[in-house]
């Protein structure tokens, strides 16, 4: 039998320089300050208020996401939820696409896993709501699959990516791209972004 990690996509990580473990963690620091300053600034700024805008408009805020990038979709709606929320102003309503593991697992079981953010989409997605794609790679089926459904439906799409940036990063109407073959440090710097979205919004409801 096949050994199936030897698919893995984590082996087109290109590594950072370092004998030593201390010198590994410097220079991976390193990579991560100066992606912060590739990442597109007014793309960033269209994020940050168009999420403003759908908290007004009472819609909410989908994300979908694989394996660690479905981690920091679930971590996400954390802090919009609950790090932003104000009692003046209209609170986030983010909802993670693979949270529900019954309604997740049941639809990528009958309508194959490609389809199973889309389907959810079907039954809960409006065209005032919008939709966070979470994908290093940019390449993957479902998230592919979600952000035809969501532009179908009328719903404004984010795309969250690393390496060369695929589909996802084609077809998102904002497209926050991270240009570098690493997973790990496409991961830290979504975070990076979730978290100071986060922020920014929290310190602006507070003035």
Same mark, same amino acid.
């Given at each position: 039998m @096949?050994? =199936?990690?030897?698919r893995d996509p984590g082996r087109r990580n290109t590594f950072m320089n370092g004998d030593t473990p201390g010198e590994y963690l410097? +220079?991976?620091s390193r990579r991560i300050a100066k992606l912060a300053e590739m990442i597109d600034g007014s793309a960033f700024n269209e994020f940050v208020n168009l999420l403003s +805008?759908? @908290?007004e408009r009472k819609g909410s805020i989908f994300v979908a996401g694989n394996g660690g990038s479905a981690a920091i979709g679930d971590h996400l709606c954390c802090d919009f939820a609950k790090g932003t929320y104000h009692p003046k102003h209209p609170p986030l309503r983010p909802h993670s696409l693979s949270a529900n593991v019954a309604v997740y697992s049941a639809f990528a079981n009958d309508f194959g896993f +490609? &389809? $199973?953010f889309s389907a959810s989409l079907d039954v809960y997605g409006e065209p005032k709501d919008i939709l966070i794609a979470i994908s290093s790679s940019g390449a993957s089926p479902n998230i592919i699959e $979600? =952000? &035809?459904k969501a532009q179908e439906i009328g719903m404004k799409v984010v795309g969250m990516t690393g390496f060369e940036g695929g589909k996802v990063r084609e077809l998102a109407n904002i497209s926050l791209h991270v240009p570098i073959n690493n997973y790990g440090l496409v991961e830290d710097s979504h975070q990076m972004i979730m978290h100071c979205a986060a922020q920014f919004i929290s310190i602006k409801r507070t003035k």
């Open positions: @096949a050994n =199936i990690f030897e410097l +220079e991976y +805008e759908v @908290a +490609e &389809n $199973a $979600a =952000i &035809n």
